[in-house]
C-alpha cells in the first residue's frame, strides 16, 4: 500500500450534513466527479479531524488540536486510520487519487458518448417506466402538459427548467418542458444547454464534444456549434470537460429534451457554467472580459441560426434545510422570507438584467445556496437582442422551500426505490409532511446494504418520526437461504437479490395524522383522501359541533 502523505489534505469534495439514527447528523463528503465510488460518512465526533486535512499539518499536531477542540484525546494512531480510509475511498489528495482519477479521465476523454450517469438512480433506466414517469408524473401536472407544438404565446427561445432529481422536481420539470412542448418553434434543431458544475472549475465555462446517452435514445452534439464557440474562447474551453461525467444538471435535461422530441433529428451544446472566482469574490462576470466574449460568441450563435436555436439553463433556486447544513427545518415565515427573495432575484431575471440578478444571488449565496446563479446568467447574456418578453412560473420544488416538506423520491429505477415510492404515495395522499432518509452505512442493518427510511413529522414531539422503511439486500439473504435462478437455459445459477419493506407503521402515522391535521377548537381535519370513508372531513370532540 502506497504510503500516506506527510500533510494530508482532502481534495475538493461536495460536503453535505445528513440526519443520522445513531449520531444526530454526520457530515457526507461526496465525490461528484466519480472517481470515487462510494461517499464518506464522518460523525461529529470526527470532524475536527477532518476539518484540519488542509495539506498543511502533519498528523500529530492534527491530532493535538482535534483532541483540543473535541474536548477528549484522538490518538495519532486514529488520524492516521482516518487518513488511511480516506486515502482508500479515494477522498484524499494523494498519488492513490490521481492514478485513479488518471485512468478514469482518460476512458471518459476518448469514448465518443457520455454515458447516462444517473439513470437507474435518479430516474428510471427501463424506457417504458421512464416514458410512463415522465408524462404521467411530470407533463401532467401541467396546465399545458399536452405533447404538442402548436401552442398559444411567442416561440420559445430560452428555457430554465430545475434540475433537481426528477422525483422531487416532477411538478416544476412538468410545467416547464410542457411550456417548450407546445411553443417549441417547428425548425428549433439546436438546443445550447447551461448546467451547474457541482464540481471545482478552472476556467470559467466548460465545452464537451460528446453525445448524451439516456435510456430513450443518444441525442448527438453540435459538433459544428461547439468548435465555434471553442474557436471565440479566451480561455481553454476543455480544460474542466471532465466535470460533465457526472454532472446531472445537464443530463436531467437532455432526458426530457430526448422524450419530448422523440426521433426528431435535434443537437445538444452541453455547457457547463462555473464562475466560480466570481461567486467567491463577488465580481460581476460583466467585467470579465473572457466571459463576454464567450457568451457574445453564444448569442451570435442563436441569432446567425435565428429560429432554429433555443437556449436551456438547468437550475436551481435555494437550497435550505437540515439536508443542506441548516439547523432546523424552516417555519412558516422563513419560508415566505425565502419566496420574496427567490422571487424578487427572478424579477431582476425578468427584466433582462443579468448584472442586477447576480448581484441579488450572489449577496446571500452562503446562506440562499442558489444552485443556478452561473447557467441562469449565462442564458440572459446569450438571449438574442429581439427576444419576446421573459416569462416566469414559479414551483417550489419539495425539498428546496420548506424541509418540513422534504418530500424527496428515493427511488430512481430500482425496486426498491419503487417500493419506497409506494410508502411514499401513502403519505403524499394522507398530507403528511415527511422526509426520505438514505441511512448512512453505520446504521443499515447486519443483512441490508442500502436502506431508505420515510420519517413523518410530528408536531406534538417536534421530531421526525420514522414509518417505514425498505431495505436492498442484494445476495446476502439468498447465499444463505441458496435461492438462485437461470438467467437464461442453459446458463450458470446466479443468486437472486432480495427486498425488505415494512409498508406504513400504522401507531405512528395515526399520532401524525392526529396531530398535523389538529385546530384550535380541538377538532381534526382529515386529508381529502380519508374523508369518504370517515363521512365527514373533520373529526370533533365529543360534545362539540
Known sequence: MPALPKYPRLRPLETLVLPDSRHGRVLVLRDTHGIATGHACIPPALVPVVARFTGEHPFEHIARAASVEAGFEISVELVRQLADELDEGLFLDSPTYHRARASVEHDFAVAPVRKAAHAGGAYSNEAEDLRKYLDEQCLAHARNGRHHANGHGAPIVGLVAPHIDPWRGAVGYGHAYATLATRLPPEADTFIVFGTSHAPMREPFALCRKSFDTPLGTVSADLEAIDHLAAAARFDPYADQFNHKREHSLEFQVVFLKHLLGDKPVRIVPVLAGLGEHQANGGDPTEDADVEAFLEAVRALVESRRGRVVLIAGADLAHVGPRFGDRHPMNERERADLEKADRESLARAAARDPSAFWQDVARDLDTRRVCGLAPIYALLKSLPAKAAPIETKVHASNGHAKPARENGHAGGGSTNGKLTAHAETVLQRLELPYRVVLLAAGDVGFASAKTYDLEVWAPGVGQWLEVSSSSSCTDFQARRAN????????????????????????????????????????????PRALAPYMGADRLVPAGGA
Open 483 to 526: 435461492i438462485r435462478y437461470r438467467p437464461r437455459a442453459g446458463e450458470k445459477p446466479e443468486l437472486v437479490h432480495t427486498l425488505n419493506a415494512s409498508g406504513v407503521a400504522l401507531p405512528r402515522t395515526i399520532a401524525a395524522l392526529l396531530e398535523t391535521g389538529h385546530q384550535p377548537d380541538g377538532s381534526v381535519t382529515l
